[in-house]
């Protein structure tokens, strides 16, 4: 265990977020609490209390940090000169399920019920999950004018039929239910030629 005198204030928030993180990773959000994470990093209950003030609030910043990391990757998609519209489209796609399916603890935390229908959401949560998204709308705009996909529909509409595509694969995955990781690869590229075909159909 590090000792307690070994954390700077920012590192112990760091540090708390990322080992509830693994611990929501290996055994659930049920397993997380606290004082488990307290006892595990070496710090009191007391230090855990003065970055988080419940589990709830932990929560929040692990499925935040989750949102941080996915935004960075499709950042890096978006902005890869060396790539084509097409293909920055299909590696999205690609890059999206795998994100969710190689963490299904945090990706659930991310879109799940736990945070989201129970109202429960922080300002700081809620703020980088919508700054996601929109991301996602101005990249279906570029998508749209680039000719890669279809330009006459309404381009909020058509990024969320896009994610629900998205994350209906990923959850079909997560949960076992109709389809396998083994599947992934070809569910993503039918994925792919489908909004590509539906942009050809439509030309």
Not at 24 to 29: D, K, L, R, S, T
Not at 49 to 63: E, Q
Not at 94 to 120: C, D, R, V
């Amino acid at each position: 265990m590090a000792s307690k005198a070994s954390y700077h204030h920012g590192d112990l928030r760091k540090s708390l977020i990322a080992t509830a993180t693994e611990m929501v990773a290996q055994a659930g959000v049920e397993s997380l609490s606290l004082r488990k994470l307290a006892e595990r990093i070496g710090v009191s209950r007391t230090a855990a209390y003065h970055h988080f003030t419940d589990k709830n609030a932990l929560l929040c910043a692990i499925a935040e940090q989750g949102f941080k990391q996915w935004h960075q990757q499709a950042s890096e998609i978006f902005t890869a000169n060396t790539l084509t519209p097409e293909a920055k489209f299909r590696q999205f796609v690609h890059a999206y399920i795998g994100f969710a399916t190689e963490n299904p603890s945090l990706y659930e935390l991310m879109f799940g019920g736990i945070i989201w229908k129970e109202k429960q959401s922080t300002e700081t949560l809620k703020s980088m999950a919508y700054a996601s998204f929109n991301y996602q709308v101005e990249m279906t705009k570029l998508w749209q004018q680039q000719g890669v996909i279809i330009n006459n529909e309404n381009s909020l509409r058509l990024a969320q039929v896009n994610w629900a595509t998205l994350h209906g694969i990923a959850r079909l995955v997560i949960d076992g239910i109709y389809a396998q990781s083994s599947q992934i690869d070809e569910m993503c590229e039918c994925a792919v030629k489908v909004f590509l075909a539906s942009n050809n159909n439509a030309t």
